[in-house]
């Protein structure tokens, strides 16, 4: 598998129950297997949710925006996201100077981390205020009942 580096990475950090979300082209075969990147995923023991359909004409911007709702809610690791912060810090926009206009995010090392996160933003959905309601509620025994 072309990413046995990056299953290798998740176990690693005991990540074996991590859910991933892949960007639209998850569904693109390699050309070496002809499997999908979804499918070596699955293989390797992982949960992997249908690719993000592509969004089209917009969707860093939308990446971008969800991000930008989210982020009052998140926190890092400072010890271990150093290259991940350093990375959403130098995404940047690309712009052509001369007609003053913005051409979208600059494709360069940044910008696979900031457009990662951004899909999380996308894909995040928050915990149910609801969700454990009516769960049955099992006390430790007491000794005295």
Not at 9 to 25: C, F, I, T
Not at 90 to 109: M, T
Not at 122 to 136: G, I, K, L, Q, W
Request: proline letters at 4%.
């Amino acid at each position: 598998m072309r990413d046995a580096f990056h299953v290798n990475w998740m176990r690693e950090r005991g990540s074996e129950k991590a859910v991933n979300y892949l960007p639209h082209d998850g569904v693109n075969a390699s050309t070496i297997t002809g499997k999908t990147y979804a499918e070596h995923w699955r293989e390797a023991g992982f949960a992997v949710e249908p690719p993000v359909k592509n969004q089209g004409r917009g969707a860093a911007m939308m990446r971008i925006e969800a991000l930008r709702r989210l982020s009052p809610q998140l926190w890092f690791n400072e010890a271990t996201t150093e290259a991940g912060r350093e990375a959403l810090g130098f995404y940047h926009e690309k712009r052509d100077y001369e007609r003053q206009v913005g051409l979208g995010p600059e494709h360069d090392w940044s910008s696979h981390a900031a457009d990662a996160l951004g899909l999380v933003a996308v894909c995040y959905e928050a915990p149910s205020r609801t969700a454990s309601f009516n769960r049955v509620i099992q006390y430790k025994e007491q000794g005295w009942v």
